[in-house]
């Protein structure tokens, strides 16, 4: 009688968890380690996109960065990597393929850039 009891808990209780299962966001390819060097490849100023030639975000294994002579502490929290020193505090948002966007407001108005790291497999020499 026991063991029939448990045996209906558990058919209604598989649909539930079916449909939790199916509705459960697959989680983000892209893992909490985001050092590396990010090339910038796009820059978005005043709403038109165009390439970019500007110097690389590195980010170092030990939570240090560097941009443009800018050096401080980074932080990933979430899909958001923090980027700080003694005196600013900014954030860019992780997205997937090894990219990181990093928006501010400086002297052309809103800017978007959009960083890539470049992955290379070990025992190659090129990126192709």
Not at 66 to 85: M, P
Not at 111 to 118: L, S
């Amino acid at each position: 009688m026991g063991s029939v009891r448990v045996a209906r808990s558990l058919v209604r209780f598989l649909p539930v968890a079916a449909l939790l299962l199916v509705l459960t966001p697959a989680s983000p390819a892209q893992g909490a380690n985001v050092s590396g060097r990010y090339q910038c490849v796009q820059a978005k100023m005043k709403g038109k996109v165009m390439a970019c030639n500007a110097a690389p975000l590195i980010l170092k294994n030990d939570g240090k960065f560097e941009l443009r002579g800018w050096e401080g502490n980074y932080q990933v929290t979430g899909a958001w990597v923090e980027l700080s020193d003694s005196l600013i505090k900014t954030r860019a948002r992780i997205e997937p393929g090894h990219k990181i966007v990093l928006r501010y407001h400086g002297k052309h108005g809103f800017v978007e850039m959009t960083y890539e790291r470049r992955v290379v497999e070990l025992g190659k020499t090129a990126l192709s």
